[in-house]
Nanobody
């Protein structure tokens, strides 16, 4: 059974930082694109950032550029793959549930429909 598990969310003041993690079980991130999306209350889900596993190429929404960094780590035995989203200079408008998702390698990284596995989400709340 495939599971994506996010962690690292929480409450932070504006200007602060958080690092989200996404770990997979039952699925390897090799030859996949891994993305972060978010959904604020009453709003549509939106793309935040993605990374191509085989190239390490990162992609960002305009709202994330210059503040967020997506990265990945692979354990030496390739058994544990984790994707991180470092979020700096957080703003109240970053408040949302953040979801990790995995898609086939050359999918359209910014489109939620490209992703076939999703995590349960982690809440990020930024106070003003």
């Amino acid at each position: 059974q495939v599971q994506l598990v996010e962690s690292g969310g929480g409450l932070v003041q504006a200007g602060g930082s958080l690092r989200l993690s996404c770990a997979a079980s039952g699925l390897t991130f090799s030859r996949r694109t891994v993305g972060w999306f978010r959904q604020a209350a009453g709003a549509e889900r939106e793309f935040v950032a993605a990374i191509r596993w085989n190239t390490g190429s990162p992609y960002y929404a305009d709202s994330a550029k210059g503040r967020f960094t997506i990265s990945l780590t692979i354990s030496s035995d390739n058994a544990k793959n984790t994707v991180y989203l470092q979020m700096n200079s957080l703003k109240p408008e970053d408040t949302a549930v953040y979801y990790c998702a995995a898609a086939p390698s050359y999918s359209d990284y910014s489109v939620g429909g490209s992703y076939d596995y999703w995590g349960q989400g982690t809440q990020v709340t930024v106070s003003s």
